[in-house]
């Protein structure tokens, strides 16, 4: 009898065909469940302790997943669709998760039938594509220049919310800061929130002072006591170099035994700084902004002028101060041009909040913004900031594609309906899987119904029989009531790009996590001691 040929490590252990499937399916359904009452206008919150000893108290599904450590591959899968619909379009990302989650436990008695994966995946991809050729068949478009509707939007997005309370004054926000970022150049629209949309966070006042300030806020003050702290009007010069005597980048010493000597490089240093200030000085700027250091004498040089110094600021603040002022940022003082100083600035202005000074340049066509956020505590603050970053999201992506689909789950029971009714004609087993996926949309509306804490099995049944004709396709839940209701006239409408990227990304992950037939797990190199015996025990177990 020939011996057994061992070609893995003894330590290493192998889930293979259908046990490492049910495994990603039970592992995405325990994710789907941390998250599932944090869905609508009535959900619960989450109180985490973060890795930093911070806690974090939210609804956002991406902001308690990404907080949450798990030692699933499958797990960790679903954890990156919730950053990926935050990175896309920015919300959605609890419904993508618990749609996933109800997707793949769909599958699972395909899986215990042994129908073949590639057929299961073959159903999801055809739904799929024929859930978003409907999705976009009841979208409506709308004007993005209506500010009523646009604000409407928002509102519907930050309604289930910590900040609904404050819902105008942060659809205020929200509207006007993507209108003062966009930029339409050569017919293309470019909406860069990342780079020209700062919220700046200060504790301290209450929440309904919070503004958008048409420029930027930093956290900086003067160089010298002695330079202005209010300009109007000024000329701004951009730099990102050093205003002091160029050091050498190896260590120099140097011997001087005759005193005139040490008086001529003390010299040649002052002049050197002297020619850099007059570089600058010749174009009449009042403010000078430069990301490295400025030395004590070119202050001097500077003050004697008067002109205003700032140092040290960051490469992504400058970017935006110079897309404020209408300036060019420069390397070399001698490249220095004209056009290279800013001039749209309306007022410079430092004032002192609480105990630190803050630094605000402002213009009238300025393309960059900071949103200024008060409040009483930084869980509060964070909470807020986290809130806004998704009604900025919204009102982005209604820019980039203006289209409408009803909220409150009735565009989802709609697919739903569409879809269960189109599967009879589906011929062979593929039917079946392309069939789940009509139920599993079904999810969101009775997740909202469990949240408020209605009759599930009633309304859900309600809800059914009033899409049964492919009717009332803007007939959902209302989520602070519990009830059925018009969508179209409480105003609850979500953008078509949220919508069509939760139903895409949940089913391609679905699809991928179905295509996984083993998944390996051992050591990465040799342990001798506890280390190899701590990595054996923790694959015991591949669960959270």
Known sequence: MQAPVLVLNAQTKRESGKTAQLGNITAAKAVADIIRTALGPKSMLKMILSAQAGIVITNDGNAILREIDVAHPAAKAMIDLSKTQEEEVGDGTTSVII????????????LER????????????????????????????????????VMNVIKSCIGTKFISRWSDLMCQLAYDAVNIVKVVQEGRTDVDLKRFCRIEKIQGGELTDSTVISGVIINKDVTHPKMKR??????????????????????????????????????????????????????????????????DLAQHFFVKNDVTVL???????????????????????EDLKESDVGTKCSLFEIKKIGDEYYTF????????????????????????????????????????????????????????????????????????PYHSIGAAMEVIPRTLIQNTGANVLKLLTSLRAKHAKGENVTWGIDGEKGELADMNTLGIWEPYQVKAQTIKTAIEAACLLLRVDMIVSGLSKKDSSGGAQQHSAANEDMGF
């Open 230 to 295: 209010r300009i109007e009007n000024p000329r701004v010069v951009l730099l990102d170099c050093n205003l002091e005597f160029k050091k050498n980048e190896s260590k120099t010493i140097v011997d001087v035994t005759d005193e005139e000597k040490w008086l001529e490089l003390l010299k040649e240093e002052e002049d050197y700084v002297k020619k850099l200030c007059d570089q600058i000085l010749k174009f009449k700027p009042n403010l000078v902004i430069t990301e490295k250091g400025v030395s």
């Open 361 to 432: 340049i402002t213009g009238k066509e300025s393309k960059a913004c900071t949103i200024l956020l008060r409040g009483a505590m930084k869980d509060v603050l964070n909470e807020v900031e986290r809130n806004l970053q998704d009604a900025l999201a919204v009102a982005r992506n209604i820019v980039f594609d203006p289209k409408l689909v009803p909220g409150g789950g009735a565009s989802e029971i709609s697919i739903a309906h569409h879809l269960i009714e189109k599967s009879r004609t589906i011929p062979g087993v593929q039917q079946w």
């Open 114 to 149: 042994k129908v073949h994966p590639r057929i299961i995946i073959k159903g999801y991809t055809q739904a799929l594509e024929d859930a978003l050729a409907y999705l976009n068949k009841i979208a409506v478009e709308i004007d993005i220049n209506n500010k009523a509707q």
């Open 311 to 333: 140092r040290r600021f960051k490469k992504t603040d400058n970017v935006r101060i110079a897309r404020t002022v209408g300036g060019s940022i420069v390397s070399r003082p």
């Open 99 to 110: 749609l996933a989650g109800e997707i793949l436990a769909s599958a699972e008695p395909f």
